[in-house]
């Protein structure tokens, strides 16, 4: 079932738990994500790159991330993730996204301040959430990654965080603690005390990027601190790589039976993940 992405954060905000986020890529880690949610009674955000709809175009993104929440009886967000401009929000609300998350961390202060803003009236007077970060988390979102040190990051200023949410309205912060895109040699190193912080500065939903990698016991700490969503892409992609891998190596070349593999695979990840947020049985 869809539903906008801000209803379920603030539920999650009251009640002490994240609702996790998901990055699909295509048809079977869409459908493992939903699939497993739904069996686990949680509510689930599905996501999308802004780099993984300008591959796929922003139609078939939509129709994905659509017929697997529809295909389903819990609730779904559909998320743009890491959208970099108003237009591409417009076009993947246009197309029947639930929310978008609006990037504009690595502008300056005020531009990323000016855009955000103008995603929020556009998406407001529509019913659609809106995520924006602040600080820039380190990595970037869907891109191939090269040495540890290409990985530039700005932590976030709990000052500036409370000015950002009351001068753009959004729905849900990202705050840059010092988390990373991707899986590092090392777990990054979170700035607890920072996240605190923040956490005191503003009253909406937080979120963290950069899940996967993280310890069981960082991602409880975050979420007793208090981050309402939680977000994991690079763990599902090597999920999807694994069910793969597995069916492949049978020999066997059918693709509807590779790609059932590669959703018991993901749904396997999304499990253990919906466990560690506290989301199961929120639905
Ligand atoms: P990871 O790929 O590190 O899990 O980050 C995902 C993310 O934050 C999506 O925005």
Known sequence: ???????????????????????????????????????LESPVILMVSGRYVDYMGVRHAAALGLQAAEAVRTPVAVLLDHGASLELAEACVAAGFSSVMIDGSRKPIEENTALTRAVVEFAHARGISVEAELGAVGGIEDAVFGEDDDIKLTLIDPDQAADFVRDTGIDALAPAIGNVHGLTKLEPKLDLRLLERVRQAVDVPLVLHGGSGL??????????????????????????????????????????????????????????????????GKA
């Open 1 to 39: 079932m869809l539903v906008p992405m801000g209803d379920l954060l603030r539920r999650g905000q009251r009640e002490g738990y994240a609702v996790p986020a998901f990055n699909f890529y295509n048809h079977p880690t869409a459908q493992g994500i939903a699939l497993e949610a739904e069996s």
């Open 215 to 280: 310890s069981d016991e960082t991602v409880r700490t975050i979420i007793a601190i208090g981050v309402s969503k939680f977000n994991v892409g690079t763990e599902m992609k090597v999920a999807y790589r694994d069910g793969l891998r597995e069916y492949f190596a049978t020999g066997k070349y059918e693709p509807r039976l590779a790609s059932e593999a590669a959703v018991a695979a993901v749904r396997k990840t999304v499990r253990r993940k919906i466990e560690l947020a506290g989301s199961a």
